[in-house]
């Protein structure tokens, strides 16, 4: 069994920025790719961001060049960067390793 905890989350003006964290505990290994999802009000959920083990990096076209994303292999722990933000980055983001989800925290942008 593998327990996600997110952190992070929470209101930020236009133009802002948040650093999202999640920590992985339980049976994990560092050998799994781990990524971001969001899912705003009446859409469906979506990839932001991936990272493998080795580092490699994808990006959803619309966060490319304001978010990073990073992770901590030793600590199994993968972080969200935000820069940049705009209210249609609102919505709850989920960290997410190979079958497992977090429980999901909110990310507000007022314009």
């Known amino acids: 069994q593998v327990t996600l905890v997110e952190s992070g989350g929470g209101l930020v003006q236009a133009g802002g920025s948040l650093r999202l964290s999640c920590a992985a505990s339980g049976r994990t290994s560092s050998t799994y790719a781990m990524a971001w999802y969001r899912q705003a009000p009446g859409k469906q959920r979506e990839l932001v961001a991936s990272?493998?083990?080795?580092?490699?990096?994808n990006y959803a076209d619309s966060v490319k060049g304001r978010f990073t994303i990073s992770r901590d292999n030793g600590k199994n722990t993968v972080h969200l960067q935000m820069n940049s933000l705009k209210p249609e980055d609102t919505a709850v983001y989920y960290c997410?390793?190979?079958?497992?989800w977090g429980q999901g925290t909110q990310v507000t942008v007022s314009s």
């Open positions: 997410w390793l190979p079958n497992y």
């Open positions: 990272i493998s083990r080795g580092g490699s990096i």
